[in-house]
């Protein structure tokens, strides 16, 4: 049966592509690009000659049925500018709509700008959040920036060169000067991590250029709520007046904002005392 791929494409350095991607892109019937342009450049440097069609965030829904159909003929695969298709670019309908319809659906993986901002970031990358790109809107930039305000991993956000100072300002208002990695232009000729405070890299770029993401610091542990001799005491109170650990444990949570788990442990400990 026909297979939808979704292939990985260089986020900028054109040979950061696999093996596995190029012969799939040559043995395919049919690649849905969204930008034909950009996809061209790629398939002229390795002489890849298969037929494209446009896919793109301004016609996914009027292509969707043609793609469909010419998947009844033989194999497509999907590509974006860069990257992973269907994370913050065109694909995930596309992807939806064949997995409904049992039209198998196969990865080949590669490149993607959020895990490489990521790793050369400096920060904490044991636990993250990714954004995608940030609202256009000052009101709505900023009720999203502060939903993830307590979020103690690390922060990955997508902007444009003409909104990244409004993007800058608004984070540096919500989120506090925390500690940034502005990369811009990842792979490619003009790359640049500028690693320092919030405040710092609105002073830096002041005259934008180029594809931007923004790794941020999460919520510092110095913030993070402490199991202190105060708390214990008062669960060991609350244990001996015959309270069950569930509501006292979701109790002293909403007080204190510990984590559950780290409640429960103490509540063992004190039933071991």
């Given at each position: 049966m026909p297979t939808l791929y979704i292939v990985a494409t260089p986020i900028g350095n054109l040979e950061d592509i696999s093996l596995r991607a190029?012969?799939?892109l040559r043995e395919v019937k049919l690649i849905a690009a969204e930008d034909t342009r950009q996809t061209k450049r790629l398939l002229t440097t390795y002489d890849i000659r298969t037929p494209m069609t446009s896919y793109h965030e301004h016609n996914k829904w009027t292509k969707l049925n043609y793609i469909l159909s010419c998947l009844?003929?033989?194999d497509v695969a999907l590509v974006c500018d860069g990257g992973m298709p269907g994370i913050s670019d065109p694909g995930y309908e596309l992807i939806v709509t064949a997995n409904q319809q049992g039209i198998p659906v196969v990865t080949i993986p590669g490149p993607s700008i959020v895990t490489t901002a990521l790793v050369v970031s400096g920060l904490p990358m044991e636990?993250?959040?990714y954004l995608g790109f940030?609202?256009?809107?000052?009101?709505?930039r900023q009720r999203l920036l502060k939903s993830v305000a307590d979020e103690y991993g690390t922060i990955v956000v997508l902007e444009s060169p003409h909104r990244l100072q409004a993007a800058l300002n608004d984070i540096l208002l919500v989120l506090g000067d925390r500690k940034v990695a502005v990369c811009r232009e990842l792979t490619k000729i003009h790359e640049e991590v500028f690693q320092g405070r919030i405040s710092q890299a609105t002073e830096h770029f002041t005259e934008p250029r180029g594809e931007f993401t923004l790794v941020m610091e999460g919520k510092t542990g110095k913030?993070?709520?402490q199991l202190t001799e105060d708390i214990e005491r008062q669960l060991h109170h609350m244990r001996s007046s015959g309270k069950t650990a569930k509501e006292v444990i979701v109790k002293v949570a909403g007080e204190t904002g510990l984590s559950k788990k780290e409640l429960?442990?103490?509540w063992v400990g004190i039933s071991k005392c």
């Open positions: 190029l012969r799939t009844k003929q033989g636990k993250f959040v940030l609202p256009r809107k000052t009101n709505d913030d993070k709520p429960y442990r103490a």
